[in-house]
């Protein structure tokens, strides 16, 4: 579990490809030595299981779902990225809850300089937009964000120069693609009302069971 706010940019130093997945190495400015093989690291938002651990860089391997659902299907040797450790549970939880479970990639379509922000606007996948509100919150390459304004198929958030400058947003350009994790509580609370997943499929949660468990007051 992870925060959204990012501890730092790594970079991708070496990838090696192993059938539909890759070994992943990251270099790091974050110190690791509280870090432990088997423990999560969010790189760019997606959560990775640690492998091999040094001071400044670690190993991890990237499924071929994450390939395919994420940014990692196209990502290089030297490209920067963000990085997360593991929430602790006596941390200040500044950002939202972060899953690192990727729901989709979007694209940036619009970056526009207003005073000292800067506005992003991405273009996503109809399949998620439903759990994108406005106000409401969204990780985008890990970052935790509020959404300004959104519509059927895009959103924009605003970057202030400090999160411009701790992050690789600053150096994301028109056409760009990025990782977008949705309110993992939104998530729930669709389920729960609608009585469908995420991919459309019937929910075994209904309004009846809820009721016969005792959930609800009848």
Request: charge should be neutral; aromatic fraction near 6%; charged fraction near 20%.
């Amino acid at each position: 579990m992870f925060t959204g706010i990012i501890e730092g940019i790594g970079s991708i130093s070496k990838i090696i490809k192993k059938g539909g997945g890759m070994l992943a190495s990251v270099n790091t400015d974050i110190s690791l030595t509280s870090v432990k093989i088997g423990d999560s690291i969010a790189v760019n938002g997606v959560c990775l299981t640690a492998s091999a651990i040094k001071e400044k860089s670690f190993q991890a391997y990237v499924s071929p779902e994450t390939r395919q659902k994420t940014t990692f299907g196209e990502i290089m040797p030297g490209t920067p990225v963000n990085i997360e450790r593991a929430l602790r549970l006596s941390d200040r939880l500044n950002g939202h809850i972060v899953s690192g479970h990727i729901d989709d990639t979007a694209i940036l379509n619009k970056k526009e300089q207003k005073d000292d922000a800067i506005i992003l606007t991405f273009s996503v996948g109809k399949e998620i937009t439903k759990y994108i509100i406005k106000k409401g919150s969204v990780a985008i390459d890990g970052i935790s964000l509020t959404i300004n304004n959104c519509s059927n198929n895009s959103f924009d958030v605003s970057i202030i120069p400090h999160t411009a400058q701790e992050t690789t947003l600053q150096y994301k350009k028109q056409g760009d693609k990025v990782n977008i994790e949705t309110d993992i509580i939104g998530k729930y609370i669709n389920k729960l009302i609608t009585g469908t997943n995420s991919d459309n499929t019937k929910s075994d949660i209904t309004m009846n069971f809820l009721s016969e468990t005792g959930f609800l007051n009848t």
